[in-house]
């Protein structure tokens, strides 16, 4: 579960990035920006976790702007009394496929 309206993009906060990955990170956040051109892009995962923050920064190094990091998370999100929906990673076609039934 997480929060409403988001995606989830796995593996781009890891420390490094294999450039399939980096590639799979570009098209993605180039896609949410054809959505919504004015919209930010909020990066987050759970609380202490840290992948999102160097995702955000990843994102930052490649040009991307109206960033923000949300360090609370999916946690917090659900402790201030939100709602939660159900959502599968968006996985590249690299990627081997997991089955996901959210």
Same mark, same amino acid.
């Given at each position: ?17 294999? *450039? =399939?990955?980096?590639? $799979? ?6 896609? @949410? ?5 004015? +919209? /930010? ?23 991307? *702007? =109206?960033?923000?990091? $949300? ?6 999100? @659900? ?5 939660? +929906? /159900? ?16």
């Amino acid at each position: 579960l997480t929060i409403p309206g988001s995606i989830w993009l796995p593996n781009v906060g890891a420390a490094s990035l294999e *450039e =399939e990955w980096v590639n $799979y990170f570009t098209t993605a956040l180039d896609a @949410q920006r054809e959505r919504a051109d004015a +919209a /930010p892009l909020v990066f987050f995962c759970r609380a202490d976790c840290w992948l999102s923050w160097n995702a955000a920064r990843r994102a930052e190094a490649m040009g991307y *702007e =109206e960033l923000y990091w $949300y360090p609370n998370g999916v946690d917090g999100w @659900q402790a201030s009394g939100q709602p939660l +929906a /159900p959502v599968c990673p968006q996985l590249p076609a690299h990627a081997e496929r997991a089955t996901c039934e959210p």
